[in-house]
Each structure stands twice: as C-alpha cells, then as structure tokens.
C-alpha cells in the first residue's frame, strides 16, 4: 500500500495583479479611477501539484523571484493559495528569515512566551523551550536583555532556534544556512542531520546548491513561478556528486 | 498601543476644556455637569481609542503577521481586553471622583460594567471593520479620524441628550426624502447606538431618579444590537485576514 503523503498540494497557484498606478491609498483609488484596468499579472507560482510522504527532506532551489518562498508559505498556511487545495497531516513549524517577530522592547524569554503562546503550546512545555531555545542560540548574557540590544546575527539565530527548537512533524525552512556566523552554521547542520535521525519532514529553500544536494532526497527547481523539475536522490551517499542525482520531471 | 499615562491625559485635557468653555452655557440645563461630561469624555474616548489602535495593531504586528499562523482575531480580541481593562481604570478614578465631591450614586452603578461590555463590542465590531481594509488602503486610518471628530458631535458627549417620541415615524419619513436635513441629523443623534450607550449609563449612575434607569428588556436589546455589529466586523475581517500578510 503505498504511504499516505504528509504533505499534499493538489492545484495551488498564486496570481498577483498589481496595479502599475498608485493603489496603496483609498484616495489613489478615486483619483485614478479612470486607469484602474491598467493591471500586471504576476504568476507568483502556477498551478502546481506535489505530494511529500512523512520523512522526506526537499530542497526548493531558483532564482529570485521564481516562487519559492510564495510556495513555502502556502504551504505554512500565510498565504492562501487563489485555487486548488492543500492537505497537511502533521504539525508544522516554520521559519521564515524575512521579520523575525520579535518584540524590541522585551527579552529573549519573554518573545519566546510569545513565540510559543502563539503557537497553542502550553505552560510548562513553554518553560521547556525556553531552556532549548536559549541553549541553541547561545546569546550568552543577552537573553535577559531587550531585543533591542542584539545584533542582526543574534536576533536571526535566536528566530531559528525558536522555531528550530518547536516540535513538530514538518519544519519549513526560508534560508537558514545564511543565518549567523561559521560556528552557529555548523551548529545547523548538526541540527539538520538530528532531525534526519528522527525522521522529521523538511522543506529548505535555499540558492546553495551544493548544501541542498548534501542534506535533501529531492530537489525541485522553481523558475517564473513554475517547479520547471526535479532531482531525486537515487543512492544514499555523503559525497558530493551530481551524478547521484537524477532528473525527472514534476 | 501608548502607555498608561496617555490613555489619562487625553480624556483629562477635553474633558477641563469642554468644561471651562461650554460649561457656562448648559449647567443650567443639565444638573451635575462636570460628571454628566466626564462619564461621556471616557465612554466616547474608550470606544475611539480602542478602533484607533485595532488598526495600529495590525500595522505594528506586521512581522508575526506576516511569519506565523494563529487566528488573527487574537490581536483584535487583546486590543478590546487592554482598552476594556483601562477602560474599568477610568470608570474608578470617576466613582472616587464622586465620592469625594459628594455626588448620590445608587445600586445601578453595576451597569457600568455592562455599558463596557457594550462599549468594547461596538468598538471592536467597528475596528474590525476599518482594520480589514486599513492594511489594503493606507489612508483609512487617517479618513476614520476625520469620521470619528464629526462622530463627535454627533454624540451627546458634552450636550443634553433630549429624546423625542415617534422615531419610527421619523426615520420611515427620512427614507421618503420627506424630512429636512437637520432633523435627519436629530434622528441619527437619537437613535446611534453610542448616544444610546452613553446615555444608558448616564441615567443608570446619575439620574435614574429623573429619567429612570434603563430596564432589563432595554438593556439586552441594545447588548443584543451591540453584538450584532461586533459580528458583522468579525465576519468581514474572518473574511478579509487571508489576504493581510500580502497586503503589507
């Protein structure tokens, strides 16, 4: 009997039209109501569908502006997809690099609170993440500091060690291997590779190629809003080696 | 959201102004004044703070907005939870105001608490409502201030709230074109439901023994009216919220 997949995308698409006139303000509205039609079509992503079974790890990899992060947060349930419908059976935790979420005004713990409320987790396991999430981010004496005292890499670390450090089944991933210093890179992989011992299931956006043909079993390849094909990883190996790979299509 | 102290100020300042300057004119009028308008000026400003700031509330919380998922209504619900708090804060300071200058207060002061419930759904009802479309059209929060002045006076915040009997008949000759301008206004003062909320509570506390304190079946109506805007707002931004974190 063939596995029921964790994640399934049947039909998903997202079309933007985007006014070219000034559109932000009601007023703009009005005053240009004679040019309203004046619109651009942008195929954000174009129907697609994809089945992901429990445990597979997939790279999204394209230029920018080819879909990926459209797709990713679909997926998350940010933004909702124009058709089409998309079935997820397990929890999810994602990360996102662009606008961590913090509060500046308040420290690290009490953002992770927020973090974790927000995310239907309760009381005690809240106390447990917070233990995880700080050890994970080593920011040191800062975590009794307000947010605002961090520094870029820091607030990024500590983003993806909250969202790292959540448990759940399926974990999304917008370029976190651009996230933080050598050391806290390392840290990652580490990290990604205990995932893979649990067999968790991930989706990692990201423009290094070689790191996603390390760590994923499937890479989709996005180009002008369209999943233009796929590799899958036909032996399992630690070495980097394109040959290992194989091309099919979607 | 500002502090604490800003949630003071503002009810303080309107409420010394309106009382020096139009004071004079309707003490005559109007027994007890000073506390007739200051339970006006914090009923009016709880329901202007709190759309004022449902609408701040989604531009300052763009980041969680646009990273997580949870049902947006939260920020909605703790911005109505906050004002109501605040909103009770006030509502003391003007009972110890009231016990200080001796002003006769009866057992209906309960009402208080339901004229916030009402209060805070209304309110609620309307910033989900402007909150909807705040993030597609930038300008809504700067148009609702224009709104919310002329709402003003169209309230009777700082002048006597006067009731005249056949409103159906009224408003049924209203929608025939055959009322004049000015007496459509006097409709609308009559029959809004912050004119009614306000002086719901204002005959509750401080003149039930003139005009009576609203009844029991009163008292459900309107909470039942205030309700239903409060779900119109919800039902449209339920509507609405898929399409906030593309709207930033």
Redesign the interface.
């Known amino acids: 009997m063939a596995q029921k997949p964790i994640i399934e995308c049947t039909n998903i698409s997202k079309v933007?039209h985007q006014h070219t006139i000034p559109t932000?303000?009601?007023?703009d509205?009005l005053m240009f109501w004679r040019n309203r039609s004046k619109s651009v079509r942008i195929d954000a992503l174009r129907p697609a569908s994809l089945k992901i079974n429990a445990g597979e790890w997939v790279g999204l990899h394209g230029p920018n502006g080819s879909g990926k992060t459209t797709f990713l947060?679909m997926v998350?349930?940010?933004?909702?997809s124009d058709s089409g419908s998309i079935r997820i059976n397990g929890s999810m935790s994602?990360f996102?690099e662009?606008?961590?979420?913090?509060h500046p005004e308040r420290q690290a713990r009490e953002n992770i609170r927020l973090?974790g409320l927000?995310?239907?987790m309760q009381h005690h396991e809240i106390e447990d993440l917070t233990k995880r999430v700080l050890e994970f981010a080593d920011i040191g004496e800062h975590a009794d500091l307000p947010m605002k005292c961090y520094s870029t890499g820091m607030r990024l670390r500590l983003g993806f060690a909250a969202s790292a450090q959540m448990d759940a089944d399926i974990y999304l991933f917008d370029e976190i291997l651009a996230v933080g210093d050598a050391d806290f890179q390392i840290k990652c992989i580490k990290y990604l590779e205990g995932l893979k011992a649990k067999k968790k299931t991930v989706i990692l956006v990201s423009h290094d190629y070689p790191a996603l043909m390390r760590t994923c079993g499937r890479i989709l390849f996005f180009d002008k809003g369209l999943i233009s094909g796929q590799r899958r990883k036909i032996r399992s190996s630690s070495t980097l080696s394109p040959e290992l790979f194989e091309t099919e299509s979607v | 959201m500002l502090g604490y102290a800003w949630s003071l100020l503002s009810p303080l300042v309107r409420f010394v102004v309106i009382l020096h300057i139009f004071g004079p004119y309707v003490s005559q009028s109007i027994s007890n004044y000073a506390f007739y308008l200051f339970l006006g000026i914090i009923i009016w400003e709880h329901f202007s703070i709190t759309t004022m700031s449902c609408m701040g509330m989604l531009h300052d919380k763009a980041s969680i907005i646009q990273r997580m998922v949870f049902p947006r209504v939260f920020l909605i619900l703790a911005v109505g939870w906050t004002n109501f708090v605040i909103f009770l804060t006030h509502l003391f300071i003007f009972f110890v105001a009231a016990l200080i200058f001796g002003v006769s207060m009866n057992a209906s002061v309960v009402y208080l608490i339901l004229t916030a419930l009402q209060m805070t759904l209304v309110a609620l009802g309307v910033g989900m409502l402007l909150s909807s479309y705040s993030l597609k059209y930038r300008d809504v929060p700067h148009m609702w201030g224009v709104a919310i002045q002329i709402l003003f006076w169209l309230t009777p915040v700082m002048y006597p709230y006067v009731l005249k009997g056949g409103s159906l008949t009224h408003a049924a000759r209203a929608l025939l074109g055959q009322e004049s301008v000015t007496s459509i206004i006097a409709l609308f003062i009559q029959i809004q439901p912050l004119s009614i909320i306000i002086h719901d509570a204002r005959r509750a506390v401080l003149y039930d023994a003139i005009s009576g304190s609203p009844t029991l079946e009163h008292a459900l109506g309107m909470t039942l009216v205030c309700a239903t805007i409060f779900l119109f707002g919800f039902v449209v931004f339920q509507r609405r919220q898929h399409y906030f974190p593309q709207e930033y």
Not at chain 1, 24 to 27: A, G, N, T, V
Not at chain 1, 76 to 80: D, E, M, N, S, V
């Open positions: 933007y932000m303000r009601l007023q509205e947060k998350a349930g940010i933004l909702k994602s996102f662009l606008g961590i979420g913090f973090n927000l995310s239907g």
